[in-house]
Structures are given as structure tokens and as C-alpha cells.
Antibody
Framework: QVQLVQSGAEVKKPGSSVKVSCKASGGTFSSDTFSWVRQAPGQGLEWMGRIILLPLVTNYAPKFKGRVTVTADKSTSTAYMEVSSLRSEDTAVYYC?????????????WGQGTLVTVSS | DIQMTQSPSSLSASVGDRVTITCRAPQSITSYLNWYQQKPGKAPNLLIYAASSLQTGVPSRFSGTGSGRDFTLTISDLQPEDVATYYCQQSYITPYTFGQGTKLEIK
């Protein structure tokens, strides 16, 4: 497992963008895969997208394609997720998670979550 | 998208009980099924991966079975600390999808 530490809570206006960071330690960042999962208040878990670092590939849920961008900076072992054109329905806790892609694909490590509140 | 159906949505059981949660996929996902536990205000925690493999550090009272479309998470000898919401997740194909969750309470 790795330790994932996310950036702090954000309050954003509708129509703006937010970028959440996820710093990893204790693993081999450059060959890892990181997913982003969100959870609206009182709701379930929703997978948004991921970045595979070796080879470099990104995948997005159709619902978020074009509005969500997942990137990574190998020099700082940090993954990022940016959501643009924010609306009130994007108010949620956003989690990063490391995906193990061996013997089944699963999320073995999670960040602590970042609350993003979208409000005018 | 593969829509995962979990049941029940909530349940209440006594300490020491055996509890079963089921998850069904609309098509075969072979063994690409994972189970997570989420306690209030916390991130999810992996319990079972690849349908039946127990994650390191998870108590042996948790077990998973199934393949194809139907899967089960069993908690034997329910403990007070098992109060949580449980989610199944398919990793057969992206977009990955989760079940709607099962909220487990102690009687």
C-alpha cells in the first residue's frame, strides 16, 4: 500500500474550475495507476477516471469526458484531477485511489478525500 | 456502463450474527469484483478483491464468493466495529462502477 495525501477543501462558484492534488509516498509512482472517485453528500461512490503512468494513458467515464482532466507529475509523485464548468451537482467528496492492475484490478490505497463545495 | 445491483440496501443484525450481502452484474464480469467497507466520514477500505481474495490485514471473518454475475460478501461473527456501508465494485471494464451500497447496523 501507499500513502495518499490530498489537498484541502475548496469552495467554488458555479462555472469555475477546481484542481485537486493527491501526493503519493511509499510506492513506485512512475509505474502506478491512480483513479478518482467522488461521493456526493449521502450518496454512493462514482468512478470518474484514471491515469495509468506506464504506459501513459488516461481513461474517463463518459459522464465526465470533456469536463474532467486527470494528470500526474512524476517529479513530485503527485496526481491531479481538474473539473471544469462546475455546477452545484458537483458538490462532493473527491477521492484519489491507487489501482492495482494485477490479479484483478482493485483500489488498495485511498486518499483522505477532498470536499469540493460548489455554491454561488 | 455495467450497473451493479446490491442487496439489501440496509440491514440490521446482532453481534455474533452471520451477515450476507449480495451483488449482481447484468453480464458476466468473471471474477473482477471487489468489496469495500466505508465508515462515516472516512475513505473506503478494500476488504475483498478478485471476488474472493482477502486483502492483507482484513479480519478473516470477512469472505467473498462468486463469479460470473453473482457475488456474495459474508461477515461471520459480526462485531460492533463492522458498522459501516459496504460497496461492491466491478473492475471488468471501465467505467468502473459500484453498487449502491449496503448500510449495516447493529441491533
Amino acid at each position: 500500500q501507499v500513502q495518499l495525501v490530498q489537498s484541502g477543501a475548496e469552495v467554488k462558484k458555479p462555472g469555475s474550475s477546481v484542481k485537486v492534488s493527491c501526493k503519493a509516498s511509499g510506492g513506485t509512482f512512475s509505474s502506478d495507476t491512480f483513479s478518482w472517485v467522488r461521493q456526493a453528500p449521502g450518496q454512493g461512490l462514482e468512478w470518474m477516471g484514471r491515469i495509468i503512468l506506464l504506459p501513459l494513458v488516461t481513461n474517463y467515464a463518459p459522464k465526465f469526458k470533456g469536463r474532467v482532466t486527470v494528470t500526474a507529475d512524476k517529479s513530485t509523485s503527485t496526481a491531479y484531477m481538474e473539473v471544469s464548468s462546475l455546477r452545484s451537482e458537483d458538490t462532493a467528496v473527491y477521492y484519489c485511489a491507487r489501482e492495482i492492475r494485477d490479479n484483478g484490478d482493485f483500489f488498495d490505497s485511498w486518499g483522505q478525500g477532498t470536499l469540493v463545495t460548489v455554491s454561488s | 456502463d455495467i450497473q451493479m445491483t446490491q442487496s439489501p440496501s440496509s440491514l440490521s443484525a446482532s453481534v455474533g450474527d452471520r451477515v450476507t450481502i449480495t451483488c449482481r452484474a447484468p453480464q458476466s464480469i468473471t471474477s473482477y469484483l471487489n468489496w469495500y467497507q466505508q465508515k462515516p466520514g472516512k475513505a473506503p477500505n478494500l476488504l475483498i478483491y478478485a471476488a474472493s481474495s482477502l486483502q492483507t490485514g482484513v479480519p478473516s471473518r470477512f469472505s467473498g464468493t462468486g463469479s460470473g454475475r453473482d457475488f456474495t460478501l459474508t461477515i461471520s461473527d459480526l462485531q460492533p466495529e463492522d458498522v459501516a456501508t459496504y460497496y461492491c465494485q466491478q473492475s471488468y471494464i471501465t467505467p468502473y462502477t459500484f453498487g449502491q451500497g449496503t448500510k449495516l447496523e447493529i441491533k
